[in-house]
């Protein structure tokens, strides 16, 4: 019987939570509709994925690889960034550029994202900006593993 209370009195106070969190976020959105400034707003729900929050500007998304004038990758194939990469989840192939000044460029480029955690080190450690996190993509859920294998082609669009 005790125990049979017990559960009955955490069903009221689970309703008795959740009717405060609705008044408040209520009586927050009502001010917010007279132009009343409150220091603090009501819960928001986002409707995703028709409404998309905006990223904040620092937010580490989908990778990119740049590319200088003409198209050539930034990438000298210096494999700083799959050495820090702790998820051990890029691999780059180097080849030969016909430019001294470039002298090395990836002819192979892959980044696996069924690995990647997403922690940014790749590009913190590029001497050459070439790797960046800046293509505000989140959403790149798949259904197949080979399909979050990213090579040069898709990088680099
Ligand atoms: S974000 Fe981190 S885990 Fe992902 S590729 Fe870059 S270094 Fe590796
Ligand atoms: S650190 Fe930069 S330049 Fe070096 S291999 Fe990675 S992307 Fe290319």
Not at 93 to 119: G, T, W
Request: aromatic residues 8%.
């Amino acid at each position: 019987m005790i125990k049979a209370l017990g559960y009955f009195w955490e069903l009221i106070r689970g309703a008795l939570i959740t009717t405060r969190h609705f008044v408040v976020n209520m009586v927050f959105h009502i001010l917010r509709l007279f132009h009343i400034r409150t220091r603090r707003a009501g819960a928001v729900t986002w409707q995703y994925p028709e409404q998309k929050k905006p990223l904040a500007v620092r937010h580490r998304s989908l990778h990119r690889l740049t590319t200088r004038e003409g198209g050539k990758p930034r990438c000298v194939a210096c494999m700083l960034c799959a050495t820090v990469c702790p998820s051990e989840c890029i691999a780059i192939e180097a080849a030969e550029d016909p430019d001294p000044e470039i002298q090395k460029y990836p002819s192979s480029f892959v980044i696996d994202l069924n690995r990647c955690c997403f922690c940014g080190f790749c590009v913190e450690a590029c001497p050459e900006d070439a790797i960046r996190m800046d293509t505000g993509i989140i959403d790149i859920a798949q259904t197949s593993h080979d399909d979050l294998i990213f090579g040069l082609d898709k990088l680099l669009k």
